[in-house]
């Protein structure tokens, strides 16, 4: 199973403040959505919490956190209580990719285990950001795609669709 991880970033790797995105990009949701759809995704107890502790519809959602109550498996929610057991439980699906979807905690456990990143890169800085995406490796990530997407009337600002495969 190919492990990857989607992500959105700023120039400066921000991610996230206050526990929510600080931008609104519908087109890189679009694509989001479409990559995921019907996969398992991955995420930590505080993102999960972000999307106001529902689990995105037609995905298994994978939750990992030490502190939630774990009462086995609802639909299409997981709880699960490390990142391994979170790989193992995507294993299980038979499905050939499984995605790491935040935040920046579980990014960077992940970071080690990770074949391919899907990265947003927004091309601004967000000095009111708390929470980063590690560098990207250059010797270890080549990027394989980028696909420049212009500022428009539903985009304030632009933004690229970068592929990076593990060497
Ligand atoms: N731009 C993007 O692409 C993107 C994507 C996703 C999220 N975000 C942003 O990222 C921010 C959230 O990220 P975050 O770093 O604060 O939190 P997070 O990674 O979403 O979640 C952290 C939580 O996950 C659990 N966890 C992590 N490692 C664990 C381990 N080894 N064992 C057990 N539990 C573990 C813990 O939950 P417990 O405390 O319950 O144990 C921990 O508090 C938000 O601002 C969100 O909007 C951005």
Avoid at 126 to 141: K, N
């Amino acid at each position: 199973m190919i492990i990857s991880v989607v992500v959105a970033a700023g120039e400066d790797n921000s991610i996230g403040a206050k526990n929510d995105l600080m931008w609104k990009l519908p087109n890189d949701m679009r694509f989001f959505k479409n990559l995921t759809w019907g996969m398992p995704v991955v995420m930590g107890r505080k993102t999960f919490e972000s999307m106001g502790s529902k689990p995105l519809p037609g995905r298994i959602n994978i939750v990992i956190s030490s502190t939630l109550q774990f009462d086995g498996e609802k639909e299409n929610l997981v709880m699960v209580k490390n990142l391994e057991e979170a790989i193992n439980r995507a294993e299980q699906t038979d499905c050939k990719e499984v995605f790491i979807i935040g935040g920046g905690q579980i990014y960077k456990e992940a970071m080690r285990r990770v074949d391919c990143i899907y990265m947003t890169r927004v091309h601004a800085v967000f000095p009111q950001a708390d929470t980063f995406f590690p560098p990207i490796d250059s010797a270890v990530f080549d990027r394989i795609s980028s696909k420049s997407m212009p500022v428009d009337e539903r985009h304030a600002i632009a933004f690229t669709l970068e592929t990076w495969k593990r060497k």
